[in-house]
């Protein structure tokens, strides 16, 4: 009887995994089959500047801008190096002498250049530094450590990322990890990229560039077990209740 009744509950269990197309623990799912089309951009590529970035701006050859002196522009050029210039939600930063000037959607070469250019009015040979402080990846799903993984230079490989979020763990699925990105349009779009097979794999595929979100799927077996563990929690609850009382009835008969 026990046997026939732990038959019928895996039957059950295996039912309600094939019940859908889809599967409810997996993310970025879509009808259209992801595909590479995307990646017939340039290799040459620099950040651009967003609302909400923070800015390291250093002002090289005027040290009363940039903390080398005691003064107030000194503590202001002080925090402009260690805590960042913050991009307000307009585009716009405040900086000693210039005040507002609008750096969103540029580069942070062309920031450097108009930010040098205002500085010309007041300063004989301005050399100006902009570096945003706040790129980041992010990495969900099957790895040890999921997160945001700081990047200090214009891109990283999938395979850096990856060793910084700990490794895949033992459900991830290897052959089609999913990369979320924005093209120069800033228009979403998926890719894929199979680490098992060598053959297929290119280095403009294993870009990543700030702000891009690495999903690692997990497996059917760990969907399988997650199902099966939400199923059987109320049987294991009961059981538990019960267990005293059967105990007790044990005992005293």
């Known amino acids: ?54 800015l390291k701006i250093a002002i090289y050859k005027n040290p009363e801008l940039t903390g080398e002196s005691s003064n107030g522009a000194g503590q202001l050029g002080q925090d402009m190096q260690n805590t960042g210039v913050l991009v307000d939600t307009k585009g716009y930063i405040s900086l000693p002498l210039i005040n507002r000037i609008k750096v969103a959607g540029l580069t942070q070469t062309a920031a450097s250049d108009l930010i040098t250019q205002r500085y010309k009015r007041y300063l004989k040979i301005p050399t100006v530094y902009v570096e945003v402080l706040n790129k980041r990846v992010y990495v ?16 990283v490989t999938l395979l850096e990322a990856l060793a910084f979020a700990g490794d895949l763990t033992d459900a991830a699925i290897r052959d089609n990890i999913l990369i979320l990105s924005r093209n120069s349009q800033n228009k979403p779009y ?64």
């Not at 009808?31 to 967003?50: A, D, G, R, W």
Request: with cysteine; hydrophobic share 40%.
């Open 1 to 54: 009887m026990l046997k026939k009744f732990v038959f019928i509950i895996v039957s059950f269990l295996f039912l309600l995994q094939g019940c859908g197309d889809k599967s409810n623990y997996v993310l970025l799912q879509s009808e259209k089959k992801s595909t590479n089309n995307e990646l017939s951009v340039k290799q040459s590529y620099e950040y651009i500047i967003l609302p909400q970035d923070r």
């Open 140 to 155: 969900i799903g099957e790895v040890k450590n999921p997160g945001p993984v700081k990047v200090d230079r214009e891109k």
């Open 190 to 253: 998926l890719r894929s990229v199979d680490l098992t097979n060598f053959d297929h794999l290119s280095m403009t595929n294993m870009i990543l560039r700030p702000n891009d979100v690495v999903y690692v799927q997990p497996d059917g077996w760990k969907e399988y077990k997650v199902a099966s563990d939400n199923f059987t929690a109320p049987f294991k609850t009961i059981a538990e209740i019960a267990s005293p009382f059967v105990q007790i009835k044990y005992l005293t008969d």
